[in-house]
């Protein structure tokens, strides 16, 4: 288990809103969205439940194992560390592994550190970022499918997809208290302004995710510019997805070894 888990009282509340969030965004889908269309077929149906049963499940699984994984692998090999090229770590009192930083929420030096999820209430590093980018990935995948599947609905529910329709869209409270929706309209516009932007925010954490990876960086890496540790790409995906990347896409339960030990890494002849 990870003690550093959910430490922080901003943590506890973002995971708990993560957690609700994803439930809501379900039952809404399922319960309130698809019974509109008053679908005739029951495959049709039955294939829509099975694709929110699997997104939802696949999220929710690799999320576990964001949350379980130690951020700082092996405190006493930490310790005992003692790589001339390494930073002396004053609050853990440890010489520091290359790539690793200290975390001041998680209060712990967390190997390749990529950096601190609210929504995870841990760090993403070695041990977990293979789990993180899944979790990304079918959120991602989740956020276009409810937005698209919900779009005629929307229309139907706040008078088309005009301007009128975004105004109550981007501003549901103003349309509220001016009286241009009802309650149940109210909410369909908050549900609809909260799908539309986890769909902003997942895409842009996605694509970010995505073009590190590609350049084998963490987001400090990324940020000042560190280049030695690009091994070419195929490379760079093994060492953050581990050897069996086109299957961690299945399971969070499929093993896929990683090639480094978060001790030692392998460099390239980049220079910074």
């Given at each position: 288990?990870n003690?550093?888990?959910?430490r922080?009282?901003n943590?506890?509340l ?8 994803t439930?809501?965004?379900v ?7 698809l ?7 029951d ?15 696949q999220s ?14 092996n ?10 090229e ?10 520091k ?8 929420v ?12 609210w929504f995870?209430?841990?760090?993403v ?5 293979r ?8 959120l991602?995948l989740?956020?276009?499918?409810g ?6 609905f929307?229309g ?13 869209i ?7 208290l001016?009286?241009?929706?009802t ?16 769909l ?14 590609y350049?084998?960086?963490t987001?400090h ?11 070419g ?5 093994t ?14 339960w499929i093993p896929?070894p ?8 392998r ?6």
């Amino acid at each position: 288990m990870n003690p550093y888990f959910a430490r922080s009282r901003n943590d506890r509340l973002a995971v708990g809103t993560f957690l609700f969030g994803t439930l809501l965004a379900v039952w809404y889908l399922m319960c309130v969205v698809l019974p509109h269309y008053q679908l005739s077929s029951d495959y049709v149906i039955y294939a829509h439940y099975a694709t929110m049963t699997i997104l939802y499940f696949q999220s929710l699984a690799n999320f576990v194992m964001v949350t379980v994984a130690r951020p700082d692998g092996n405190c006493k090999a930490l310790q005992r560390n003692q790589q001339t090229e390494s930073a002396h770590c004053d609050a853990c009192g440890i010489v520091k592994p290359p790539r690793s930083h200290h975390c001041k929420v998680c209060d712990v030096c967390v190997l390749k550190r990529d950096h601190h999820c609210w929504f995870a209430g841990c760090c993403v590093g070695l041990r977990n970022h293979r789990h993180f980018v899944v979790m990304l990935t079918y959120l991602w995948l989740a956020a276009v499918y409810g937005n698209v599947l919900q779009w005629t609905f929307v229309g139907d529910q706040l008078g088309g997809h005009g301007p009128a329709t975004w105004f109550r869209i981007v501003a549901p409270h103003v349309a509220l208290l001016t009286g241009h929706v009802t309650a149940y309209q109210f909410f369909v516009a908050v549900m609809t302004f909260v799908g539309l932007l986890c769909l902003v925010m997942f895409s842009w954490l996605l694509q970010m995710q995505v073009v590190q990876i590609y350049h084998g960086q963490t987001q400090h890496e990324r940020e000042t510019a560190v280049t030695k540790y690009d091994l070419g790409w195929r490379q760079n995906v093994t060492c953050a997805l581990g050897s069996r990347w086109y299957l961690v896409w299945i399971s969070p339960w499929i093993p896929s070894p990683i090639p480094d030990d978060g001790y030692e890494y392998r460099t390239s002849a980049k220079t910074d």
